[in-house]
């Protein structure tokens, strides 16, 4: 069994460096190691050399959405010419079907189509 200080909470969540409310958290869910003992009913306490495993073996954090490189995730944005939105909205209106089957046929979002067939309504698009 690990020998050394023993550590409550806050001095266990400061060597794992997390809050204190984080390490809570994790203690309540699980995510932490088990309490080495206790002092009383209430008050777990943990030696420093159980702090260090789980910090050593802790799950990554993360990263952040700005330091996530987002163009290795996303298909390269398609740019559709003023005239090819014209003549699909045209195709829309003589098809018939739903604007769903529509723009799951033609490997669109229904959300494009929408904003196409406003445009072309408004006459910002050719021919309308």
């Known amino acids: 069994m690990p020998e050394g200080p023993r550590l409550r909470t806050n001095e266990a969540a400061e060597l794992a460096g997390v809050k204190p409310s984080t390490w809570r958290d ?3 869910d699980g995510r932490a190691p088990k309490p080495d003992g206790r002092y009383d009913e209430r008050s777990p306490y943990w030696f420093e050399s159980t702090v ?19 163009s290795a995730s996303r ?21 018939g079907q739903s604007m769903r089957q529509f723009a ?6 229904q959300s494009a189509l ?5 445009d072309a309504e408004a006459g ?3 021919g309308s």
Not at 104 to 109: E, K
Not at 114 to 118: G, L, V, Y
């Open 104 to 109: 799951l046929a033609h490997d669109l979002t």
């Open 52 to 70: 260090d495993d789980f910090k050593q073996h802790r799950p990554g954090r993360g990263r952040r959405r700005a330091e996530v490189d987002s």
């Open 114 to 118: 929408a904003t196409w067939i406003r």
């Open 26 to 28: 994790y203690v309540a």
């Open 75 to 95: 298909a390269p944005r398609r740019v559709f010419t003023p005239e090819f939105k014209a003549q699909t909205v045209q195709e829309y209106h003589a098809s």
């Open 124 to 126: 910002k698009l050719p």
